[in-house]
């Protein structure tokens, strides 16, 4: 059955937007048993965590994937993902990191900050900012401001009109699977935990980027 909701729709935690792909994620595992999903890359074995201010999406898509890559031992392995895809998206402030265990060393951190004057102006050119953007998601913490969103309608059906946001192109995904679409979202209070991100283009400004001995410097 599809449900959809009209007009502005607002949860505080965008995690509590998630309670109806239960059902995707269902779907996930018996895309993955029946080999319906693939990735859309070879993903490395890290996964990274991002935090923002604000992201302001446009065109917003969701729908439940499969990420394959190797472990750090060169293991393979398969992460169930709920890939994010907007048309344009502005982000204020904001963090991404991860963690590399060095031998000898223990573990680094690699810390990248961007858009971080935008908090203090507000201005679009201080934003982060990028086009034809997908997110290859495992957690997202956030509060959450959606326009004419959709919920429920099958993966393959999912843009809107002739060229929009859909599944992302050239990769795999079951066309009948759960999926929800938006006119456009606000997430604000962001925590997010990702295998990859893929982008049309990325514009970084204010980019500052540093390695860290420890954890301590973790984005969360």
Known sequence: ???????????KRFAVVMVPSMAATAAIGVGLAQGALAASFAISGQEFKVTTDKLEGTEFVQYGSIAKGNTLEGKPFAAPVAVS??????????CQSVVTPVPG?????????AGTDAAKTGKDEDK?????????????DADADFKNIDIGVAAGSLPKREGGQGIQPDTQANPNGFAQRADSVTLSNVKQKAWATTAATFKLPDLSLSLHRGTSKECF
């Open 1 to 11: 059955m599809k449900s959809q909701v009209r007009g502005g729709t607002r949860w």
């Open 85 to 94: 895809g907007f048309d344009t998206a502005k982000i204020t402030n904001m």
């Open 105 to 113: 060393l223990g573990d680094i951190t690699l810390r990248l900050e």
């Open 128 to 140: 982060v900012q990028a086009k034809d953007i997908y997110l290859d998601v495992s957690y997202l």
